[in-house]
């Protein structure tokens, strides 16, 4: 590989570090999901556990991308400075208290909603820390993070109401308002970057934003529409498996094209070059 002014793909971050965003998010967002629809029982049990096992998929990701994952302990050892410490601090404590949450008492569920979101904050600030990166550092890029999770996770929850049982008209019109939110700092985020990002990067999000629109914001919506207005019969569980599997789906294909296809560094900028035998 050449450095130089041009811009250069960046080959850090793979399809693994994608694996950190996507299971971390969505398994945040199921967290918050399930506290508010107020799932209890069985159904917490099991909808924790497969939240927990979502984040724990990430941040496995992350560790077989370490080069030497023996290493991996330090991680921990810069937090004042690395979001990337900030989250795994965060998740030394969310995972023992979601096993105290499921096996012991579900009043600590508030305390694990607090420490999901503490996850989901920490990982929306590790790409705009990227300052090399222009698709990464546009501050925007934290909101489509966070908002993109909590989306993903509340899909997986009307996803598995065949399962869970707790039909909501509130939680079908959050999940609502959740795309539309992701919806609009999608197109915030893209305007910002206008001008500001290779050609190749520029097509790889033009491509990731037709499927948002399409099956990540307009199917969802026009099903979340058709389960609010139609008889009770009609409410079967195939429209909403499909509705959260598709909101889910396409907002982890966005962060892995924001990732892995998008992350094109900016290349040097040097105002003024050193010429030798010349005096500054």
């Not at 893209?190 to 099956?215: F, H, P, Q, T, Y």
Request: with cysteine; charged share 10%.
């Amino acid at each position: 590989m050449s450095f130089g002014p041009n811009p250069w793909h960046q080959t850090n971050w793979d399809a693994r570090a994608a694996g950190n965003f996507i299971g971390g998010g969505a398994g945040s967002g199921l967290i918050v999901a399930t506290a508010l629809g107020g799932a209890t029982g069985a159904a917490l049990t099991g909808l924790l556990l497969a939240a927990l096992a979502l984040i724990g998929l990430g941040l496995l990701c992350v560790w077989l991308e370490i080069g030497r994952p023996l290493r991996a302990v330090n991680v921990f050892i810069n937090p004042r400075t690395s979001w990337m410490s900030r989250e795994a601090f965060v998740a030394l404590f969310l995972f023992p208290v979601g096993a105290v949450t499921m096996f012991l008492s579900p009043s600590w569920l508030p305390a694990v909603v607090v420490l999901a979101l503490g996850f989901l904050y920490c990982q929306s600030r590790m790409l705009p820390a990227a300052r090399g990166i222009p698709a990464w550092r546009e501050p925007m890029t934290g909101a489509l993070i966070a908002s993109t999770g909590l989306a993903e996770g509340f899909g997986l929850w009307v996803a598995a109401t065949p399962w869970h049982g707790v039909r909501s008209a509130g939680m079908l019109g959050a999940f609502a308002l959740l795309l539309l939110v992701r919806q609009i700092v999608w197109v915030v985020y893209r305007r910002r970057l206008k001008g500001r990002i290779v050609k190749k990067a520029d097509e790889a999000l033009g491509g990731a934003g037709r499927w948002l629109m399409s099956l990540g914001t307009i199917v969802p919506l026009l099903i979340v529409v058709l389960l609010l207005t139609s008889p009770a019969e009609w409410r079967v569980g195939p429209f909403e498996v499909a509705g959260g599997v598709l909101a889910w789906a396409v907002g982890a294909w966005i962060k892995f094209v924001l990732v892995t296809r998008a992350a094109f560094n900016q290349g040097f900028a040097l105002k003024h070059l050193p010429v030798r035998g010349v005096r500054a």
